[in-house]
């Protein structure tokens, strides 16, 4: 530690040893600075003051304070020697500031909500400085990293590594210019040796992978196909102009030598994060910590602030009283706030949600549809588990062609290639299987998991009502899948879609249009000859959150409410454009990211001639996480056992907190899935009933939100023609859906523009 710290933490245990001997002698905690009896109390709500405060564990707080909680700047240390001086709005770390841990490390810059966010230089007990952009305790974005041994990064990070385009420099003068990806050199780059000798091409996991250059500095080359496995190596060596070279030279010492020396340094780890650091400020007796909603404008302490309610309106919550005098809406180790007293008359609050249920019906024995559950299991092993050549992601034009698919025959009694079954006797096809092999390698899907996840044991369910289109949906037993009901028109704008979706996913991995996963029909034998086509494809709310709310937005809104009444209003419940009552605020990297992304996806789809899509949107509130959550008032609380009622496990704020904080769990974060990010509640006029976006209440949520692009096979046919000739005759063309796919384009992102924003 530097000896400026060694002295205020020396000075700080004086005064809490001294501090202790006072609480143990009142039984109360007292004021360090101010004990006297005749000193005056804390001015009125809403009002600054500077306080010195030794906590009930120990830690010791100096600064400034409005009403109970630090908000100005001000100094905290721990007991384990911990602190932080810096600015402070109410009881969170807001604003620029210093972190120091007891090892000798700190940090300084900016802070958000309790987290390093912003610009910021981290200085490790071991040497290594980064300066940079920092995210949720992250580097992200643009930052240089100096290690201890010598090494030093220039250029992009994500999520805490290095990942896009940076320069990599080895204390022995080697270094590489060009993508990287997870920490690891990944994409087309450059390494230059000290000796002079270079590597111009492609790199996979850190090594070279495929199409490369190696370059002596006598000027002599070799060009070829490059791997780590020496089977798949291929090339040509090309000696210089004025000499022979080593025509024994082999490319695999590259793998063995030249890189032996070019190790990436993994560099200091932090040992805590400064969000998850504890602030307890304890008072009264019986006093309990409460979540306040995050205000942007100030509010009068003395009035009970109003909240959003799970209903999707504004109002109050229910609030309960705990007989066990337990501690409830804990903020968690996310955020740096100070314990607050409650007012006399107010017992410990509780945040009241009804309780979210599994979505469908399981299909057992006796459903209508067991017997085709049972033809599509079957065919989907049948079609997974086939035995099929290494797959590329290099396909060629006729994997494509709508006539390449696989018919099979299953016979109740079994065949050569199919086993015996109780169903009925049927045949399957299979829609380009060679092209979804790829997809599905592609989306990194596990084909073993993945007939797990539709075969297995646990039966399917099926969602309680059709979509508009009159599909059907059904729900494997873990999430992880959807699978819809295709009409013959659907799946042949899919069939001629399919190479531009395939280009397109390949080309951007953070795309926000449907996974798909597999196409295939079932055709019942018999005189019915009934024919069910079906679409494998993910889905957007499998997580671990509770999904509380959702969206499916359009951008228009004409017929753009829901038909349920307020009250029938649940999670399971999708809501729509003229339901809306959020703004959703994004950190400005993933905002950025988002809008390009959003422009990509909307160009292909324009360009597919694709139009009805919309925006799926779903949000897991954070603060109504809190253990001991229980049903409004206004509802009998259900749920008496039966697991075909319960929902997803509920996590505890201190549960989620550590998720979000784990860096190995960011690899599960990324755009559109488990994104921490905040919501702004929004009112619209009441004269006004078709205004799509309310007005701003300056009232803000933190949530865990999902979102993506859904429903992108419908394209603008003669029907749709006819429906937007029809109703604009009696409705205003703008509000419609049915419209061109440029102009639906067009109208989607300008919506979806105003409703996601920048978190300023």
């Known amino acids: 530690m530097s000896k400026e710290n060694i002295g205020i933490v020396k000075a700080w245990e004086a005064t809490v040893r001294k501090s202790q001997a006072i609480v143990k002698k009142?039984?109360?905690?007292?004021?360090?600075?101010?004990?006297?009896?005749?000193?005056?109390?804390?001015?009125?709500?809403?009002?600054?003051?500077?306080?010195?405060?030794?906590?009930?564990?120990?830690?010791?707080?100096?600064?400034?304070?409005?009403?109970?909680?630090?908000?100005?700047?001000?100094?905290?240390?721990?007991?384990?020697?911990?602190?932080?001086?810096?600015?402070?709005?109410?009881?969170?770390?807001?604003?620029?500031?210093?972190?120091?841990?007891?090892?000798?490390?700190?940090?300084?810059?900016?802070?958000?909500?309790?987290?390093?966010?912003?610009?910021?230089?981290?200085?490790?007990?071991?040497?290594?400085?980064?300066?940079?952009?920092w995210v949720m305790n992250l580097k992200h974005g643009q930052g240089t990293k100096s290690f201890s041994n010598g090494d030093y990064y220039e250029g992009e990070w994500r999520r805490g590594l290095q990942d896009g385009h940076g320069r990599y420099q080895w204390k022995n003068g080697n270094h590489y210019i060009g993508q990287w990806r997870n920490g690891v050199m990944d994409g087309n780059g450059t390494m230059i040796w000290s000796n002079g000798n270079t590597y111009d091409g492609c790199w996979e996991d850190g090594w070279p992978k495929g199409n490369g250059t190696f370059r002596w500095a006598d000027g002599s080359f070799y060009v070829g196909v490059w791997s780590k496995d020496g089977k798949d190596q291929n090339g040509?060596?090309?000696?210089?102009?004025?000499?022979?070279?080593?025509?024994?030279?082999?490319?695999?010492?590259?793998?063995?030598?030249?890189?032996?020396?070019?190790?990436?340094?993994?560099?200091?780890?932090?040992?805590?994060?400064?969000?998850?650091?504890?602030?307890?400020?304890?008072?009264?007796?019986?006093?309990?910590?409460?979540?306040?909603?995050?205000?942007r404008k100030g509010y009068?302490?003395?009035?009970?602030?109003?909240?959003?309610?799970?209903?999707?309106?504004?109002?109050?919550?229910?609030?309960?009283?705990?007989?066990?005098?337990?501690?409830?809406?804990?903020?968690?180790?996310?955020?740096?706030?100070?314990?607050?007293?409650?007012?006399?008359?107010?017992?410990?609050?509780?945040?009241?949600l009804k309780p979210v249920g599994r979505p469908g019906v399981t299909i057992s024995k006796g459903h209508k549809n067991y017997e085709l559950m049972l033809n599509l299991q079957l065919g989907i092993r049948h079609s997974v588990g086939r035995p099929a050549p290494k797959t590329t992601l290099e396909l060629k034009s006729s994997a494509f062609d709508p006539r390449e698919k696989v018919w099979t025959k299953f016979p109740p009694e079994g065949s050569k290639h199919t086993p015996p079954h109780q169903s009925c006797?049927?045949?399957?096809?299979?829609?380009?299987?060679?092209?979804?092999?790829?997809?599905?390698?592609?989306?990194?899907?596990?084909?073993?998991?993945?007939?797990i996840s539709i075969c297995g044991n646990d039966a399917l369910r099926e969602l309680s009502s059709p979509g508009k289109s009159g599909s059907f949906f059904y729900l494997t037993n873990d999430d992880r899948y959807m699978i819809k009901t295709m009409k013959k028109a659907e799946v042949k704008v899919f069939l001629r879609m399919l190479p531009a979706y395939y280009n397109h996913?390949?080309?951007?991995?953070?795309?926000?249009?449907?996974?798909?996963?597999?196409?295939?029909?079932?055709?019942?034998?018999?005189?019915?000859?009934?024919?069910?086509?079906?679409?494998?494809?993910?889905?957007?709310?499998c997580s671990e959150y509770v999904i509380h709310r959702r969206f499916d937005l359009k951008g228009s809104s004409h017929g753009r409410t829901t038909d349920k009444p307020e009250a029938e209003i649940d999670p399971t419940t999708t809501l729509k454009d003229l339901d809306l009552n959020y703004i959703f605020r994004l950190q400005k990297v993933w905002f950025q990211e988002f809008y390009r992304q959003v422009d990509r996806d909307c160009d292909f789809l324009e360009q597919e001639r694709i139009m009805d899509y919309s925006l799926l949107v779903g949000l897991h509130f954070r603060e109504a996480s809190s253990k001991g959550s229980v049903t409004p008032k206004s509802r009998t609380p259900q749920g008496n056992g039966d697991p075909e009622n319960e929902g997803p496990p509920i996590l505890s704020r201190v549960d989620m907190d550590q998720l979000?904080?784990?860096?190995?769990?960011?690899?599960?974060?990324?755009?559109?899935?488990?994104?921490?990010?905040?919501?702004?509640?929004?009112?619209?006029?009441?004269?006004?009933?078709?205004?799509?976006?309310?007005?701003?209440?300056?009232?803000?949520?933190?949530?865990?939100?999902?979102?993506?692009?859904?429903?992108?096979?419908?394209?603008?046919?003669?029907?749709?023609?006819?429906?937007?000739?029809?109703?604009?005759?009696?409705?205003?063309?703008?509000?419609?859906?049915?419209?061109?796919?440029?102009?639906?384009?067009?109208r989607f992102r300008d919506f979806i523009f105003r409703v996601f924003l920048e978190d300023t």
């Open 26 to 133: 009142k039984r109360t905690t007292m004021s360090v600075a101010h004990a006297d009896d005749d000193e005056p109390g804390p001015p009125g709500p809403g009002q600054a003051y500077h306080a010195e405060k030794v906590l009930s564990s120990g830690d010791f707080y100096t600064g400034q304070m409005v009403d109970t909680a630090p908000n100005g700047h001000g100094k905290y240390l721990w007991t384990d020697g911990c602190m932080y001086v810096g600015e402070w709005y109410r009881g969170k770390t807001m604003g620029k500031g210093k972190f120091s841990w007891p090892s000798g490390a700190t940090y300084e810059g900016e802070f958000k909500t309790g987290y390093m966010d912003g610009r910021g230089t981290y200085t490790g007990s071991s040497g290594d400085t980064y300066r940079g952009s």
């Open 236 to 295: 040509t060596y090309y000696p210089s102009g004025n000499s022979i070279g080593n025509l024994d030279w082999d490319p695999q010492e590259v793998y063995a030598v030249d890189l032996n020396d070019c190790q990436i340094s993994p560099g200091e780890k932090v040992s805590i994060f400064p969000s998850q650091k504890m602030v307890n400020w304890p008072g009264l007796e019986g006093e309990h910590l409460q979540n306040q909603p995050i205000y």
């Open 300 to 352: 009068d302490g003395n009035v009970r602030p109003k909240r959003l309610s799970m209903e999707g309106t504004l109002g109050d919550y229910g609030w309960g009283n705990d007989e066990d005098g337990g501690v409830n809406g804990v903020e968690g180790l996310g955020n740096l706030k100070l314990e607050e007293p409650v007012k006399k008359g107010h017992g410990p609050q509780q945040l009241r």
């Open 425 to 451: 006797d049927f045949r399957w096809k299979d829609y380009c299987p060679v092209v979804f092999r790829t997809l599905r390698k592609l989306f990194k899907v596990d084909p073993a998991d993945y007939m």
């Open 505 to 541: 996913v390949r080309s951007f991995e953070n795309t926000l249009v449907t996974k798909f996963y597999g196409l295939h029909c079932v055709r019942l034998t018999g005189a019915a000859q009934k024919k069910v086509r079906f679409v494998i494809m993910g889905n957007l709310f």
């Open 660 to 746: 979000l904080l784990d860096p190995t769990r960011w690899a599960s974060i990324k755009l559109g899935i488990n994104m921490p990010a905040r919501v702004e509640q929004t009112v619209r006029r009441s004269d006004c009933e078709t205004q799509l976006v309310g007005e701003p209440t300056g009232k803000l949520y933190d949530v865990i939100i999902f979102f993506g692009i859904i429903d992108i096979l419908q394209d603008y046919d003669i029907s749709k023609k006819l429906e937007h000739a029809y109703k604009s005759i009696q409705y205003d063309p703008t509000s419609i859906s049915a419209v061109d796919p440029k102009q639906y384009s067009k």
